[in-house]
């Protein structure tokens, strides 16, 4: 999840000035007029509100790997739509893109939509993707030896500061009975943390993909993640974290264009169910996009669940007060905004009742 790290104290920043920015020119990302060319056997143009339409999300297996996989195999095409899947660089710039009203439609993880709801910004989550959690972790040195997770204390971590992994090692701590204030955290932009901790001038990173994996392949040992466990005293399954990848779209386009979002979510769900049931397919089709080799994509995917789901773990895990309590105490959101005013799931029931599991509160 490139976008964390510093995202949540930027943002805020890139917002505003967003607001500037957008009183002083148009929408350059605003839907084309709708294109006649679309696949034979699709829906009659005439029952979606527009054909063409700007899908914004990132190049970045966690956020857009369902979004690519729409578009590359014509899942999209397939329901009457020309999309333009616009994959930016750096995930952070989407909530400044959603704030100022270029991106009408996007994808990017739910905490982005916290953010933005505690400043008033009029959006909904339509759709959850993927829980991303299990690729938020920890990697020990290769010299790194623990008889109990305990033993990280007085150990120096790198880490991003504001980096949103930090609320699953706030909560191994929490179970395990580590003192998480005697840990000792340095400031390190994930790149410089993968460095450092190959030379052994920390005892471990806290980061997110492609540098997780890429920790490990310079002889680094995954510890935890949001989901996951190989510490000494806790092994396998976690519930230390949880944040999802969602799809959000502005109150005022799905106001107004309710039959174009139901086909691009059911082009997502098409795509969804083709990563699930051709893994090996869709990583050789993803790797290149992602730039990204066939081995490193294998080992980030394999840390993601992709699922349109809207169960427990979403509702309560990425949504509940544990989360908002976390971005309120380091300064990322003023007050918790409730879920129902951020999340808008009429169209997903609409296109499959069974993903609705559990209701939101």
């Given at each position: 999840m490139k976008k964390s790290g510093n995202w949540f104290k930027s943002a805020i920043v890139l917002t505003s000035l967003t607001f500037v920015l957008a009183a002083c020119g148009g929408n350059n990302n605003a839907p084309a007029a709708v294109n006649e060319g679309a696949a034979s056997n699709a829906p009659s143009s005439t029952e979606l509100e527009m054909a063409d339409l700007t899908l914004v999300g990132v190049r970045d297996a966690q956020i857009s790997s369902q979004q690519i996989i729409?578009?590359?195999l014509g899942y999209f095409k397939e329901e009457g739509l020309n999309v333009t899947s616009q994959l930016i660089e750096s995930g952070p710039d989407i909530g400044p893109m959603v704030a100022g009203g270029s991106a009408p439609v996007s994808i990017q993880t739910n905490f982005m939509d916290i953010i933005l709801k505690s400043t008033d910004i009029p959006v909904k989550i339509i759709a959850p993707l993927a829980q991303i959690a299990g690729t938020q972790a920890v990697v020990g040195s290769s010299k790194l030896e623990l008889k109990s997770a305990k033993d990280l204390e007085g150990k120096t971590?790198?880490?991003p500061s504001g980096a949103d992994v930090t609320i699953a090692i706030n909560n191994m701590a929490k179970e395990l009975g580590v003192d998480a204030s005697k840990i000792k955290y340095v400031n390190l932009?994930?790149?410089?943390?993968?460095?450092?901790?190959?030379?052994?001038?920390?005892?471990?990173?806290?980061?997110?993909?492609?540098?997780?994996?890429?920790?490990?392949?310079?002889?680094?040992?995954?510890?935890?993640s949001g989901t996951k466990s190989e510490l000494p005293d806790k092994q396998?399954?976690?519930?230390?974290?949880?944040?999802?990848?969602?799809?959000?779209v502005s109150d005022e386009f799905l106001a107004k264009n309710p039959n174009t979002l139901k086909a691009v979510l059911r082009a997502l769900k098409k795509a969804t169910d083709y990563i699930n049931d051709n893994r090996e397919e869709a990583i050789k089709t993803l790797a290149p996009e992602l730039h990204l080799t066939v081995e490193e994509l294998t080992q980030i995917m394999s840390r993601?669940?992709?699922?349109?789901?809207v169960g427990d773990t979403y509702v309560n895990g990425s949504n509940g007060p544990a989360v908002g309590e976390y971005l309120k105490s380091v300064g990322n959101i003023k007050s918790i905004p409730a879920p129902a005013t951020y999340h808008d799931f009429s169209l997903l029931k609409e296109v499959d009742a069974s993903l609705i599991v559990t209701e939101l509160k």
């Open positions: 729409a578009d590359k971590i790198g880490i932009a994930p790149s410089d943390a993968v460095v450092a901790l190959e030379k052994g001038d920390i005892d471990a990173l806290a980061a997110w993909e492609p540098f997780i994996t890429k920790a490990i392949q310079g002889g680094g040992k995954f510890l935890f396998g399954d976690v519930n230390w974290m949880s944040v999802h990848t969602t799809i959000q993601n669940v992709y699922s349109m789901e």
